[in-house]
């Protein structure tokens, strides 16, 4: 008997309502219980919770209330593998921030400038890059014990290490420059890191992803409009093996579970784009009113819907990041990617949105607005 018709009998005799988180991701179409998304309210110095099932927003956190200045900048969230606890980055305030699950503040890791974040699904650690806002932050990753919230710095040697992926059957994380055409695959067992270099004007990598599989790693560059693609059959020294032009400004990029597509927002278009990751071929874009500044990215664990927030006015725009977040003409000799203007499908939000699609028809469904300059997101590894 198919494990999702086990549910229903279950349902109907009336079992426990809290089924293993498991038993509920076989289920087609059927998000576990209170899979929870923490989305960054960067603009307003808060943090939303929203019901991955419901498309709901159960919970604000208003960072003021806990003694942060309005300007701590939030800009993205990491979740334990059991959802007990999750995190925040702030930006300003240098500091990394543990909740529990009821919201409640329980502690705190000191850090300069921390940006991205990846909770380990095995370990006690989460890594934390810089932000992009730092103009010459270390050239190191933090490494922090989820239960001490004790910080280790891991050199990087490349300057503005931003973007930021684990991949745990590799036992390795992957970064990359925003300044400079430099990449790293650093081995978390010893710490020694790997560096390639990547050919053409600079790309500014703003962030990878890893197949579920480990097989692939995808990087985003800003400033080329392109989708970079490597292959990991040796970690160490990823090979290019796709260089796709995928429009402007692409920003956090996610795989659906079987890998065969990732999927990101273009800052510069106001779109999403799904690629094929073996064909290197842009099979799908998504134009629509939710978008102002596609940031964050993620794909509830059965696979079904793709949640994107967008910053909306007052977010980073393409081009900026290279003066580290000031504005600037961006003319520095190299290729851009396609004109930017933003243009109809944003035009009139006052405030950042999230906006749900279901990734079988490219549909937008839902759109939740969240606040001024909604950033990064995050939810459970899985």
């Known amino acids: 008997m198919p494990s999702w018709i086990r549910i229903l009998v279950l349902l109907a005799v009336g079992a426990p309502a809290a089924l293993p988180?498991?038993?509920?991701?076989?289920?087609?179409?059927?998000?576990?219980?209170?899979?929870?998304?923490y989305v960054s309210l960067q603009g307003e110095a808060g943090v939303a919770v929203v019901d991955a099932g419901t498309f709901q927003e159960v919970a604000r956190v208003d960072l003021t209330e806990l003694g942060f200045s309005p300007n701590a900048n939030p800009h993205h969230t990491a979740v334990d593998p059991d959802g007990s606890h999750w995190y925040v980055s702030l930006i300003t305030e240098n500091r990394v921030v543990k909740f529990d699950r009821d919201n409640r503040m329980v502690g705190q890791a000191e850090m300069e400038a921390p940006g991205?974040?990846?909770?380990?699904?095995?370990?006690?650690?989460?890594?934390?890059?810089?932000?992009?806002?730092?103009v010459d932050p270390p050239r190191s990753v933090g490494r922090i014990h989820t239960g001490t919230l004790e910080v280790e710095e891991v050199d990087v040697f490349f300057p503005r290490p931003h973007a930021l992926a684990l991949a745990p059957s590799l036992g390795r994380i992957f970064s990359g420059s925003l300044s400079q055409n430099q990449m790293g695959s650093l081995e978390v067992e010893t710490l020694e890191m790997g560096l390639w270099n990547l050919e053409g004007p600079i790309h500014t990598v703003v962030q990878v992803a890893?197949?579920?599989?480990?097989?692939?790693?995808?990087?985003?560059?800003?400033?080329?409009?392109?989708?970079?693609?490597?292959?990991?059959?040796?970690?160490?020294e990823p090979r290019l093996r796709h260089s796709v032009e995928v429009g402007s400004g692409p920003w956090h990029p996610i795989f659906e579970p079987d890998g065969r597509r990732v999927w990101m927002g273009l800052k510069g278009d106001d779109a999403v784009v799904a690629v094929d990751v073996a064909s290197g071929e842009v099979v799908e874009r998504?134009?629509?009113?939710?978008?102002?500044?596609?940031?964050?990215?993620?794909?509830?664990?059965?696979?079904?819907?793709?949640?994107?927030?967008?910053?909306?006015?007052?977010?980073?725009?393409?081009?900026?990041?290279?003066?580290?977040?000031a504005h600037h003409d961006m003319d520095h000799g190299?290729?851009?990617?396609?004109?930017?203007?933003?243009?109809?499908?944003?035009?009139?939000?006052q405030v950042g949105t999230l906006a749900v699609i279901d990734v079988t028809t490219g549909e937008v469904v839902r759109i939740l607005e969240m606040g001024r300059n909604t950033t990064g997101i995050g939810m459970r590894p899985w």
């Open 334 to 349: 190299h290729d851009h990617g396609p004109e930017h203007d933003h243009h109809e499908p944003g035009e009139g939000r």
């Open 210 to 236: 890893v197949s579920p599989d480990a097989s692939t790693l995808v990087a985003t560059a800003e400033l080329t409009g392109q989708l970079l693609i490597f292959d990991l059959d040796t970690p160490g």
């Open 286 to 325: 998504v134009v629509h009113r939710a978008f102002y500044g596609p940031h964050g990215a993620l794909i509830r664990s059965d696979g079904r819907y793709l949640f994107v927030s967008s910053s909306g006015p007052g977010g980073m725009q393409v081009g900026q990041t290279l003066a580290g977040g």
């Open 21 to 37: 988180v498991g038993l509920w991701a076989q289920a087609p179409g059927t998000a576990p219980p209170q899979e929870l998304i």
């Open 116 to 134: 991205l974040m990846v909770r380990d699904p095995e370990g006690p650690w989460l890594y934390v890059a810089r932000s992009m806002m730092a």
